[in-house]
C-alpha cells in the first residue's frame, strides 16, 4: 500500500476518535458480531488459542463493535490484533490489555506458519 493510503487511513482514524458518536446501528451490529465469533470459537478444538483479529477500527475507534476485550481476561486466548493504521494500531493499544498490537499489513502477516489457530476478520476484505 503507498503511504497516501496508509495517511488516509490515520487521519480518518485521527477524525474519528475526536467525533464519533455511539448509535444504536453501532451497538446492534457489536452484539451480532460477539454471538457469532462465541459461537464459532465454541467449535475450537485448542486447550491453548491463539487469536488474530484483523482490523482494529472497532477495537480502538467504534469500540461498541470490540471483539477482543471480550477475550481478554481468558486465559486460554493469546490475543494479537493487527491493523495498517498508526493511529488505529494506538487507540487500541489504550484500550485493550493482555493483547499484542502489532501495526502491519495483513497481506504479509508478520507470524510464523501455523502459529495461529483463529483468524476474525470482521470488516477488512470489504474495503
Known amino acids: 500500500m503507498k ?3 496508509l495517511e488516509i487511513w490515520d487521519k480518518n482514524a485521527s477524525k474519528s476518535l475526536k467525533s464519533y458518536p455511539p ?3 453501532s ?9 457469532a465469533t ?8 485448542s486447550d491453548k488459542i491463539c ?9 480502538s475507534i467504534e469500540y461498541q463493535r470490540d471483539i477482543l476485550s471480550e477475550y481478554q481476561k ?3 486466548f493469546s490475543l494479537n490484533g493487527i491493523d495498517i493504521s498508526r493511529v488505529v494500531c494506538s487507540a487500541a493499544r489504550t484500550k485493550i490489555e493482555n493483547t499484542n498490537i502489532i501495526q502491519g499489513d495483513i497481506r504479509k ?4 506458519k501455523n502459529s495461529l489457530d483463529i483468524i476474525l476478520d470482521l470488516s477488512t476484505l470489504d474495503h
Open 3 to 5: 503511504n497516501s493510503g
Open 23 to 25: 448509535n444504536w446501528f
Open 27 to 35: 451497538y446492534y451490529v457489536g452484539n451480532s458480531y460477539k454471538i
Open 38 to 45: 462465541r459461537i464459532g470459537l465454541k467449535y475450537s478444538i
Open 51 to 59: 487469536l488474530l483479529k484483523t482490523d482494529l477500527w472497532n477495537e
Open 74 to 76: 481468558c486465559r486460554n
Open 109 to 112: 502477516l508478520p507470524f510464523k
